[in-house]
């Protein structure tokens, strides 16, 4: 048996945080020397104690930690909470670089300023198209983003290639709010789907996109976090040129996009308008 100090030692945690889980109940010594109020723990009770970190660090309080601890949730299970944990922490991540490219890509503005050239801004007639596609309210562009890879690896090896044109989003909120983004996303159709398969994403609809007769573009080559680099040009060309905004916005990627490398993303942004006059 072990003192605590000697126990610490051994289980890599504080003695203080001993004491406390002892006081909580979560973790008595396996003895209590009468005489001296010393605390002996046998290394038999490092299974608990990492069962009762593992829950700590997964989240739960030491309260709800108390209520399942004698429970004895197998490693397998404790590995799936870890899993769980994983995904939630790493959407974090990536929704916080996403934000921090996003700020960098604001102060980018700035340093343009508003004489930029409008040349690369165009516009031209779009004729009707058919899509194959899912709509769906996301929190994120992050999350957008995650539908539009899942599309990406589900449609190809269920649906024939010569089918499937290009990847196109459309933005149907008449707000931009980054947090309630209401974004249909999928295939530009080159011809008629046999059957539409299942995909984890929601359901896939196949409908027709009207022609626009007024559609002004701009090409956006990098992160989607530049995206408002774009639109901003577009709307000094829309505002310059005597025109409205006339229906949602669409991206239709000219090269299809690489989870991992959306800074080489081709992306055509496009924005329905109509003259004011």
Known sequence: M?????????????????????????????????????????TAQLQRLNRILVLRDLGLSLEQIGGVIDQQASAAQLRAMLEIRRTDAERALAEESARLKHIEARIAQLEAG???????????????????????????FVEAREIIGELARTLPKQMPRDVLGQIIGIAHSAEYEPDAID????????????????????TLLVRDLPPVKHMAAC???????????????????????????????REVFLRPPRPDHMEESVVEMQFPVEPTG
Do not use: C, M, Q
């Not at 295939?187 to 929601?202: I, S």
């Not at 040129?241 to 006339?246: D, K, M, S, V």
């Open 219 to 249: 090409v956006r080559v990098g992160l989607p976090e530049h995206a408002h680099l774009i639109t901003g040009k577009i709307g000094r060309f829309v505002e310059a040129n005597g025109y409205r905004l006339a229906g949602p916005s």
């Open 183 to 202: 974004v249909e996303l999928g295939f530009v159709l080159n011809g008629e789907p046999a059957a539409l398969p299942v995909v984890g994403a929601g």
């Open 114 to 140: 508003v004489g930029e050239d409008l040349d690369d801004v165009l516009i031209r007639a779009e004729p009707a198209r058919r899509i194959v596609s899912v709509r769906r309210t996301v929190a994120s």
């Open 2 to 42: 072990f003192r605590i100090g000697e126990f610490s030692r051994i289980a890599r945690v504080s003695a203080r945080l001993l004491r406390y889980y002892d006081e909580l109940g979560l973790l008595r010594p396996g003895v209590v020397d009468a005489s001296s109020g010393y605390r002996y723990y046998t």
